[in-house]
């Protein structure tokens, strides 16, 4: 992920000019109504992607918002479709997730190598996971598949683990030359996680449930999630990750959520269950009020969110909901949080146009504050009340048809072991790489102001 400093509040007035403000009008009681809510909202998601227009690059989001965002994107498009059945945006969105896969079909493209972290290649990885799970229609013939391009990057991700340094983990950059690359952070690892059990229950292959567990057991024994199931940011491998950064993101907690579920569906294991039901009671910090609002705890209160950190809130909706399909005995906790707080960003949709608003917890009052991640968010949050409506995730057992590769991603010339071989870095792309992640750091270690000692 990448910071920026740019207002999403420009680039909305930009966009939305002088309309009138008004409010979404949703319905809870009525399936029609949500379907609606959703589709208005994601027409305006939509307008903010330039990928299908003529001299844009497919796929890529315009400025202040960064690569691994638009796959963040797609995923909420995929959910969109298996929510309301509305195809209208298919052609769009496979168009998107089929660009930027890269020449080794593994969401390496060159445009974005040099810059991409784990976690940013994950999303792309969790988008396509999806569409196999969802059974979204399959690509062309001789096009990658959905399957085999999350197989893909599972095996590019497995083939940097790194046991130099801390026993294990993976870390946040993938190329020694960016800042970061000492980083070993929760997100990448948990994006991990969650991907090799997803495949694991997809394919039923227990080499995936294997990475799975050793990820987890990792995270826990380096101690980047307490006994408590408080999931810190991330730690020094200069330091053998002795020292840990305690600030505490939406996203970090529940990346592990759906990962630990579907290990529970999987196995059947009661540990699973014990683990996720602690997940989900250290999510707590992240609600406010009575009845409890999903907030961003470390930036919201003080107005410091930042383009990518305006958007952890359609993950966490997302996963809680995919949480309840896949491990039912979830429901009785996490759905009065699905219902309370998407009806409070459905108020928070009262900007113009009925634009979306970041700040959930203040109702109706339009908080100025709109963009991708505030419709991407409200979207999955308001669609999520769909969730008892649809068929869960299907398997190669139970009707999936999406075609893998257990080896796509295998030897590539972008893997860790020969990074960019066909493509070497130029001094230029070095500095240019070190200072968005350098700006990053800065971000994480002293732009928030909510940290837990």
């Not at 896969?101 to 493209?109: E, K």
């Not at 294990?168 to 090799?196: D, E, H, M, V």
């Not at 707590?284 to 609002?293: A, C, I, K, L």
């Not at 419709?375 to 299907?394: E, F």
Request: net charge negative; aromatic share 12%; hydrophobic share 35%.
């Amino acid at each position: 992920m990448k910071a920026s400093q740019l207002s999403y509040s420009v680039l909305s007035a930009l966009f939305l000019g002088g309309s009138s403000v008004g409010a979404i009008d949703v319905d809870f009681t009525s399936t029609q109504s949500i379907i609606s809510a959703c589709s208005e909202i994601a027409y305006g998601m939509m307008h903010y992607y330039t990928g299908n227009n003529t001299g844009d690059t497919p796929g890529n989001l315009p400025s202040p918002y960064y690569w691994w965002e638009a796959g963040g994107m797609f995923g909420t498009m995929v959910d969109y479709w298996y929510y309301t059945g509305d195809e209208s945006y298919i052609p769009v969105t496979t168009q998107g997730l089929l660009s930027q896969v890269g020449p080794d079909n593994d969401y390496m493209p060159p445009n974005q190598t040099k810059t991409e972290g784990n976690d940013d290649q994950a999303f792309w990885g969790f988008a396509v996971m999806s569409a196999a799970e969802l059974k979204y229609p399959n690509p062309p013939a001789g096009q990658p598949q959905w399957l085999a391009l999350a197989q893909a990057v599972f095996n590019t991700q497995a083939a940097r683990w790194d046991p130099q340094t801390c026993s294990g983990g993976l870390r946040w950059q993938i190329f020694t030359f960016n800042n970061g690359y000492n980083y070993k952070n929760s997100i990448s690892n948990g994006c991990f996680f969650q991907l090799a059990a997803r495949l694991a229950a997809y394919t039923g292959n227990q080499t995936y449930a294997q990475w799975a567990e050793k990820t987890w057991d990792w995270v826990n024994d380096v101690g980047l999630m307490t006994p408590q199931y408080v999931v810190w940011d991330g730690t020094d491998d200069t330091q053998n990750c002795t020292s840990f950064n305690h600030i505490q993101w939406t996203y970090n907690a529940a990346v592990y959520l759906l990962g630990a579920a579907t290990m529970w569906n999987l196995t059947s294991d009661p540990v699973w269950q014990n683990r996720t039901m602690g997940i989900i009671n250290g999510l707590d910090v992240f609600f406010t009020g009575n009845p409890p609002v999903l907030y961003e705890v470390a930036c919201e209160p003080q107005g410091t969110c930042d383009t990518d950190q305006r958007s952890f809130k359609a993950y966490v909706s997302r996963w809680m909901a995919a949480t309840i399909k896949v491990a039912p005995f979830t429901q009785e906790t996490l759905w009065p949080k699905l219902e309370s707080s998407s009806e409070a960003a459905a108020a928070q949709c009262s900007g113009p146009d009925n634009a979306c608003g970041l700040q959930w917890t203040k109702g109706s009052t339009y908080d100025g504050i709109t963009g991708v991640g505030e419709q991407m968010s409200a979207l999955q949050v308001i669609a999520a009340r769909l969730i008892n409506n649809v068929a869960g995730p299907v398997t190669e057992r139970t009707g999936g048809t999406s075609k893998g590769d257990p080896a796509a991603g295998s030897g590539q010339p972008n893997n860790p072991s020969n990074p960019l071989a066909t493509n070497p870095v130029t001094t230029g792309d070095k500095a240019g790489a070190g200072f968005l992640t350098a700006i990053i750091l800065i971000g994480i270690l002293g732009g928030a102001w909510w940290m837990v000692a």
